[in-house]
């Protein structure tokens, strides 16, 4: 398990236990399992991309290793299929006990609870489009609390879409004095802490009743010993790509039968139960047997570099349609040119010096890029904080805590107009706590940070940090670690290590401006934000959301959601301009007129500037002298003397253009027409 791991101590054999992420690397660098006898695969159905990837790479390796067995084990997956996919090998089917499980449909429930189903809940809703996989929430708490005041002793498992759903029935069951008074109330979802998740298998006082709120989660990973009752809504939350705008959205869908039969199964585990599906029973009709496999509904960077890590000489597509179910191929064109647009393949779609270096960090492709900037621009440990924390969040998850949160991020982001900036300041207060825990315990209250996320955080710094050590890009992997460090000589440059992070995530970048339409009305004191796709709002969980004025107009992000037609920037950092036009790793385009030259980023057309052209020269000198100093470094070869004061430089301007450039020789631009230098927005940019 990631950073849980406990080796066999004999060289003999051994009972490996392993998710599927860590056999995957195992299998990079033995590709056909040579000392392996058997391999276990459970909860094939669940259909993840990870689980996808293994079960082509189990194939490829029994065709060239003939003692090898493989076992794949599901309850409720497509079995016929993955035989047939494995060259028709025998099914063996074990029967297990389940105690019986009363079941009801919306129909039934209504009538028990003494209504006549109304008009949306009658036949015809089931003909209506996905959408309509929305949960209605006063339903739901109508249904629980007739189950909690005339139901049968027991926990109760409510199947709910997603965080704002679990939030919304707790508030309204809080607010019923017969549930508040007798009922302990339990939220399940992914991104609360192990500590909190631990709770829901705790049993309360015979006085009271567990109720249980939890997503798809609560399905198939784990089991809830006294669950008696499951209302379930028949929906949840999943990610879809669209690739017109290039963001994943995440939408509320209804679930296939095969998760309806494991969500009623949560009921009869230990004893007999009650399932309740708020949903017609003929809606069962028209639900999918078995969940679209998330490789056909994701973006597929990630699965690309996995395809060019175990197989490097095949083509992209050649390699993915031995999965199971092969994405679309204009899909995977589109990884594989966002993966060349961001230098990480070249036009043969082979692994640049970048790309062999990200493929040895076990983290998103952007973000390894993010690390190995980061490396040659001897600012790792501040990046090496945020690449952790965007893969985990060290804040602590709940109802009750959400303005705290939001007033702690507020004060450790200071005047930074930084979410990734918090992360680094959270990494750094919690280590200087780890030796006393009065201290540390003060420093997680005051944040409302998770101490179980903190360490899993701290973990994945040190994984990341030997995976540097792996890619040649550090000599030691303490090295990273320790701010007095070569390799950190300049984390305590906030400008640089935000220019670092907008260079490694580009082209994710958002152009602020002055004025926003709300409801049909123009406000010119408000901002409004786009990127090269379109339009975005700043959610709620960004420092930026409610600021005013920002000292630029460029954001940097890293995670984009669509929901709702909107598309939701959920993190972001303010940036220098000077960061786009001194480390992108992209085309520059000209255009002279007189003694001045506007300039604009090939591959984004947002990212426009008009300057003198004499200072666009000696920046672009600076630029090819910087991109020269990254390829040295790509290629292991030694850094030179002036590659130092290239990166002071960079800092000096990054930390004082105004004096460096002059407050008038620097204006971004919109196509021919010059913005204006006083709009707020840029009263600081240049």
């Given at each position: ?12 054999g051994a009972l490996l236990f392993l998710t599927v992420g860590v056999l995957l690397r195992k299998l990079q660098t033995n590709p056909t399992l040579e000392g392996v006898s058997h391999v276990v695969v459970d909860e094939v159905h669940e259909r993840d991309v990870n689980t996808d990837l293994l079960l082509a790479l189990l194939r490829s390796a029994l065709r060239d290793n003939p003692h090898l067995r ?617």
């Amino acid at each position: 398990v990631r950073l849980e791991s406990r080796p066999p101590k004999h060289s003999g054999g051994a009972l490996l236990f392993l998710t599927v992420g860590v056999l995957l690397r195992k299998l990079q660098t033995n590709p056909t399992l040579e000392g392996v006898s058997h391999v276990v695969v459970d909860e094939v159905h669940e259909r993840d991309v990870n689980t996808d990837l293994l079960l082509a790479l189990l194939r490829s390796a029994l065709r060239d290793n003939p003692h090898l067995r493989v076992v794949l084990m599901s309850a409720t997956g497509d079995t016929q299929r993955l035989a047939h996919y494995f060259g028709d090998c025998p099914v063996l089917k074990v029967p297990g006990f389940m105690h019986p499980v009363q079941e009801r449909y919306l129909e039934e429930v209504l009538t028990e609870m003494g209504h006549r189903p109304p008009p949306p809940y009658q036949a015809d809703r089931v003909t209506q489009e996905e959408d309509d996989a929305t949960p209605d929430l006063d339903l739901v708490v109508h249904v629980i609390d007739h189950i909690h005041t005339s139901g049968e002793p027991g926990a109760l498992l409510c199947f709910l879409p997603g965080w704002q759903d679990i939030r919304a029935v707790q508030e309204k069951l809080e607010e019923k004095p017969s549930v508040r008074s007798s009922a302990h109330i339990l939220p399940l979802h992914s991104s609360l802490s192990v500590l909190d998740q631990q709770a829901v298998f705790q049993r309360p006082s015979p006085s009271q009743r567990k109720i249980v709120l939890a997503t798809n989660i609560a399905e198939t990973s784990i089991t809830i010993n006294d669950i008696v009752h499951v209302v379930d809504v028949g929906a949840q939350k999943e990610q879809r790509y669209d690739p017109r705008t290039k963001v994943s959205c995440l939408d509320t869908v209804w679930v296939s039968r095969s998760s309806i039969t494991q969500r009623r199964g949560r009921a009869g585990r230990c004893q007999p139960g009650h399932a309740y599906h708020l949903f017609p029973r003929r809606r069962l009709d028209t639900m999918k047997m078995f969940p679209i496999p998330e490789i056909l509904r994701t973006p597929l960077e990630n699965v690309v570099m996995q395809a060019k890590i175990h197989s490097p000489q095949a083509k992209v597509v050649d390699f993915l349609s031995q999965v199971l179910d092969s994405p679309d191929e204009a899909a995977v064109r589109d990884a594989v040119s966002v993966l060349q647009e961001t230098g990480v393949l070249d036009e043969a779609e082979a692994l640049t010096p970048l790309g062999k270096r990200i493929a040895q960090l076990s983290c998103d492709p952007q973000l390894g890029k993010v690390l190995v900037l980061a490396s040659l621009f001897r600012c790792v440990l501040p990046l090496l904080s945020i690449t952790a924390c965007l893969t985990r969040d060290p804040f602590l998850n709940s109802l009750q805590n959400r303005t705290l949160v939001s007033q702690a991020r507020a004060e450790l982001s200071g005047h930074s107009c930084s979410d990734h900036l918090i992360f680094s300041r959270v990494v750094q207060g919690w280590r200087q706590t780890q030796r006393n825990r009065c201290s540390r315990q003060e420093f997680l209250d005051t944040y409302t940070l998770s101490g179980s996320s903190l360490r899993f955080i701290q973990g994945l710094i040190q994984q990341f940090s030997e995976n540097l050590q792996e890619a040649a890009l550090v000599q030691h992997a303490s090295e990273c670690l320790h701010q007095s460090s070569q390799i950190n000589q300049h984390s305590q440059e906030d400008e640089l290590v935000k220019a670092v992070l907008a260079a490694g995530l580009y082209p994710n970048i958002i152009k602020v401006k002055r004025g926003s339409v709300l409801k049909g009305r123009f406000r010119p004191n408000s901002l409004s934000y786009r990127t090269r796709r379109g339009p975005v709002i700043l959610h709620r969980s960004t420092v930026n959301r409610s600021k005013e004025q920002l000292p630029s107009r460029w954001l940097t992000f890293f995670t984009a959601v669509q929901s709702n037609g909107s598309v939701f920037i959920r993190d972001s950092s303010s940036i220098h301009p000077l960061a786009l036009l001194l480390l992108t790793d992209c085309d520059i385009i000209e255009r002279v007129s007189g003694d001045r030259v506007k300039v604009s980023l090939s591959n984004h057309s947002l990212v426009q500037f008009e300057l003198p052209l004499q200072t666009w020269e000696l920046l672009w000198e600076l630029r090819v002298a910087l991109r020269a100093m990254q390829m040295r470094g790509l290629q292991g070869l030694p850094a030179e003397d002036q590659d130092s004061r290239l990166i002071a430089l960079l800092i000096e301007l990054l930390n004082g253009t105004e004096q460096q450039v002059g407050q008038d020789n620097l204006h971004s631009s919109r196509g021919s027409d010059r913005e204006s230098d006083t709009d707020d927005v840029d009263k600081n940019e240049n």
